[in-house]
């Protein structure tokens, strides 16, 4: 079989266990949280919030083309959001306090996931696609202004799970609501974003 003949029903088998990957699992939590559902409500945060950053660019620009106003690429940055979790189908959900508070941990973790990643994930895929979907997931989150969009939106997402939560009266996520919010405020600039936030500040408080 050539390299570039399409056999890919592993690769499709594999990325439906995310639906089975439950997010976080030290917490409870009334409705269930998969991986699959964050990162498809990721993937639909960041594609709202460039085309209303794209809206707000044109209109503060409006001599400008598209061409020169340093647009978000808006297919680039949806399919970052919807990647950047995949390499989860081989070493599931690590709680972000574990993997933030111990930096060797951190670091270790880092080179298993970027393993999993050029040697698993996408293994079964044509090279060029592989290479093109290891290329994107390795830039997910980097600091290009899709990456920091991605970045942002996996903070986000999280922040609206722990509304709907809370919504339901159960308050064990009060503290992830508010870690959510303070470091969306204080790590990106993003303006619609912050509009959003204000917005949600007047309901949750």
Not at 100 to 113: A, G, P, W
Not at 158 to 166: A, D, G, K, R, S
Request: charged share 30%; net charge negative.
């Amino acid at each position: 079989m050539s390299e570039n003949s399409i056999k890919i029903l592993d690769f499709l088998k594999r990325t439906q266990v995310l639906c089975y990957i439950e997010r976080c699992s030290n917490t409870p939590h009334i409705r269930s949280y998969s991986v699959a559902q964050h990162s498809y409500y990721i993937a639909l945060y960041t594609m709202l919030f460039a085309d209303l950053e794209n809206n707000r660019i044109r209109g503060e620009n409006s001599f400008g083309t598209d061409s020169v106003l340093n647009l978000y690429d808006t297919s680039e940055v949806i399919k970052k959001a919807l990647l950047h979790d995949l390499e989860e189908t081989i070493t599931g959900d690590i709680l972000y306090p574990v993997h933030n508070k111990n930096i060797d941990f951190k670091k270790t973790l880092e080179q298993v996931r970027e393993k999993c990643v050029d040697e698993e994930v996408f293994m079964e895929l044509p090279k060029k696609v592989r290479e093109y979907y290891i290329r994107l997931w390795k830039t997910s989150k980097d600091d290009t202004k899709e990456g920091i969009l991605v970045a942002c939106m996996d903070k986000f997402e999280i922040l609206v799970f722990t509304m709907q939560e809370l919504d339901m009266g159960n308050l064990a996520f009060r503290n992830m609501y508010e870690n959510a919010i303070s470091i969306i405020e204080n790590a990106f600039d993003i303006p619609s974003v912050s509009e959003a936030l204000v917005e949600i500040r007047l309901n949750y408080g």
